[in-house]
């Protein structure tokens, strides 16, 4: 079973840049999906982007398209959320999370099966 750790979560200005990283121990990333979601107090955990560990490609949702982007490395068995002019209701616990890969984009999160423990999140106004 695959273990997922986040990182580089921290406080950041509104406008400001951060680079979130999804580390996977126990195997490695394989035919799947990896995705990231965020979590605002009191509300649902949310969709925001994601990636097919086969073929790279991405998907990512109207409210972040343009501003982050997800990648991976394959030596490192990782992939990464690079967060560019956030937005102070970007403030959130972000999780990545993994799935087996299909042929469409599952936004739900209960369509995912493993996920880290979240990297908070803070932006300031």
């Known amino acids: 079973q695959v273990q997922l750790v986040e990182s580089g979560g921290g406080l950041v200005q509104a406008g400001g840049s951060l680079r979130l990283s999804c580390a996977a121990s126990?195997?490695?990333?394989?035919?799947?999906?990896v995705a990231w979601f965020r979590q605002a107090p009191g509300k649902g955990r949310d969709f925001i982007i994601a990636?097919?560990?086969?073929?790279?490609?991405?998907y990512a949702t109207a409210p972040v398209k343009g501003r982050f982007t997800i990648s991976r490395d394959n030596a490192k068995n990782s992939v990464y959320l690079q967060m560019n002019r956030l937005k102070p209701e970007g403030a959130a616990v972000y999780y990545c999370?993994?799935?087996?890969?299909?042929?469409?984009?599952?936004?739900?999160?209960?369509?995912?099966?493993?996920w880290g423990q979240g990297t908070q999140v803070t932006v300031s106004s």
């Open positions: 126990g195997r490695t990333f394989n035919n799947e999906d």
């Open positions: 990636l097919n560990w086969n073929d790279g490609s991405t």
């Open positions: 999370a993994t799935r087996s890969g299909s042929r469409s984009w599952w936004t739900r999160p209960d369509r995912y099966g493993v």
